[in-house]
């Protein structure tokens, strides 16, 4: 998970993956964050600011969360390609952002061109955010 903002997300995600022995590696990127101490929580990392990428290696996850951090960074489009690369196959992105911030559909342009596919925008599972899902499909796009 990667956010501009450590807030009460990270601890519904770690308190849902307790039963299944799961483990959430955090990147913060610079804003006003939280401390989380959790079982479940891997490496915590700090990204000095929005030039950067996060650090992850291929395939090395199965879902990733980006919170506030696409209309934040220099290059949305080098860290959603970044993001796909880090995915196993048949993974999936979850963008949460700030409703107004971005509008979904540039979201959605952005997701098209790092190769996501079967993108599908939630405006009201999050009380001011908007949750847009994307697929990394075995076999489509960069074949990765």
Known sequence: MATSHGDNLIEEVCAFLEPFNAMVDLSFYPGEHEEYSSDVIGK??????????????????????????????????????????????SAEVIIVQSKGAIETSDIEALLEKAEFRAANTITDLIVGYDVIVAKKMHMWGNGL
Not at 54 to 60: E, H, I, L, M
Not at 68 to 83: A, G, I, R, S, Y
Request: aromatic residues 8%; neutral net charge.
């Open 44 to 89: 915590k990392d700090t990204i000095k600011d929005f030039n950067s990428l996060v650090r992850s290696a291929t395939r090395d996850y199965e879902t990733i969360i980006l919170q506030d951090v696409l209309h934040l960074h220099t290059f949305p489009l080098k860290l959603l390609q970044l993001v796909y690369r880090s995915l196993e196959n």
